[in-house]
């Protein structure tokens, strides 16, 4: 199974500041990744598919990039209902895999 | 408004089935792959298990192989999990999430998913 390696494991922001999450794949999965945001007691959200395509509706200030094993989510500048835990899960093979997640909180 | 809508968790003992649905509308759902993913509490995502658009071809998480069927009715826009012998360790929230048509985004994973139902195994 390909494993995926979030970090940090959380990170505290201030609003406006720039923030990235980093992933890392065990094994080469092309382009294949998504990124989630998942608020409390809310279903996961798609926000960035194939590394770095932005889902209709997402605000710009989240952008995806990387490919074959190193990738990265960014958020340009931090607002308050940023607030959630963002995953990677690749797609390349079965079984699709999640990282562990990384929990965003507001200074 | 395209939308999924999960059903069937509750409460049930060590070694007990339940059977889960989810109800699908505002798309085309036999062009869909569909899948089960599931959050135990306070903890990450785990997909459980796939089923292909037609139904003909299924995958399953090592963790529930054996023990859980998924299964489709394309009539009526619904894919369901069979879980039978369950554990304490199949507590967790259920969600449907579709795969996105491959004809609109080639290979692609989970672009929407249900609200989730819960499911407490225990005695």
């Known amino acids: 199974d390909i494993q995926m390696t979030q970090s940090p494991s959380s990170l505290s922001a201030s609003v406006g500041d720039r923030v990235t999450i980093s992933c890392q794949a065990s094994q080469?999965?092309?382009?294949?990744?998504?990124?989630?945001?998942?608020?409390?007691?809310?279903?996961?959200?798609?926000?960035?598919?194939?590394?770095?395509?932005?889902?209709?509706?997402?605000?710009?200030?989240?952008?995806?990039?990387?490919?074959?094993?190193?990738?990265?989510?960014?958020?340009?500048?931090?607002q308050p209902e940023d607030i959630a835990t963002y995953y990677c899960q690749q797609y390349e093979t079965l079984p699709r895999t999640f990282g562990q997640g990384t929990k965003l909180e507001i200074k | 408004e395209v939308q999924l809508v999960e059903s069937g968790g509750g409460l049930v003992q060590p070694g007990g089935s339940l059977r889960l649905s989810c109800a699908a509308s505002g798309f085309i759902f036999s062009g869909h792959e569909m899948n089960w993913v599931r959050q135990a509490p306070g903890k990450g995502l785990e997909w459980v298990s796939y089923i292909s658009a037609s139904g003909e071809t299924t995958h399953y998480a090592d963790s529930v192989k054996g023990r859980f069927t998924i299964s489709r009715d394309n009539s009526k826009n619904s894919i369901y999990l069979q879980m039978n012998s369950l554990s304490v360790e199949d507590t967790a929230v259920y969600y449907c999430a579709r795969d996105p048509s491959p004809m609109v985004r080639g290979r692609g994973a989970f672009d929407v998913w249900g609200q989730g139902t819960t499911v407490t195994v225990s005695s």
């Open chain 1, 28 to 78: 080469d999965i092309r382009k294949y990744l998504n990124w989630f945001q998942q608020k409390p007691g809310k279903a996961p959200k798609l926000l960035i598919y194939d590394a770095s395509n932005l889902e209709t509706g997402v605000p710009l200030r989240f952008s995806g990039s990387g490919s074959v094993t190193d990738f990265t989510l960014s958020i340009s500048s931090v």
